[in-house]
């Protein structure tokens, strides 16, 4: 997969990427961490059968580490490049995932008796008047409006 050039990101794509790199730094310092924490537990256990607990703790931090991982990664990619089933599902299912994406917010956000629910409980016209009623706005809507009757004529 070819990478975008930092000089054509944008700032704040630039500082997304930045925070993405410093998340993954983080996580792969935690994951590390834990096999450290893991195999010294696993090796002193012998002399303090106490550690067997913090090993234990560590060995689930690593598991779930890696679970998390491979689900993150199987959704984008194929893990490892093998050719898993099931993995890679966003690219290969992103028409599919768009339409039904769509098909959900046109049927739970933009049905007709949702949006006149909506508009029911909104005091519409009041929050208009209230915002005409400051002479700036009002001042605003009036240039507006001879503005666009001008272009008309």
């Not at 001879?146 to 008309?152: E, K, L, W, Y």
């Amino acid at each position: 997969m070819s990478r975008t050039p930092m000089a054509l990101l944008s700032p704040a794509d630039q500082e997304r990427l930045r925070s993405l790199r410093r998340m993954k730094a983080v996580a792969l310092g935690a994951l590390i961490f834990m096999a450290v924490v893991f195999v010294l537990s696993f090796w002193l256990e012998s002399r303090h059968p106490w550690l067997g607990y913090l090993r234990a703790a560590a060995e689930g931090g690593m598991v779930g580490a890696l679970a998390d991982w491979f689900a993150v990664t199987a959704l984008f990619r194929r893990p490892l490049g093998l050719p898993i089933p099931h993995t890679a599902i966003i690219p290969n299912r992103k028409d599919e995932i768009g339409r039904t994406l769509g098909e959900f917010v046109e049927t739970n956000f933009l049905a007709g008796e949702v949006v006149r629910a909506k508009l029911s409980t909104t005091a519409l016209s009041q929050r208009l008047g209230e915002w005409l009623s400051h002479e700036a706005h009002a001042e605003r809507v009036a240039a507006e409006a001879a503005t666009a009757a001008s272009a008309v004529l």
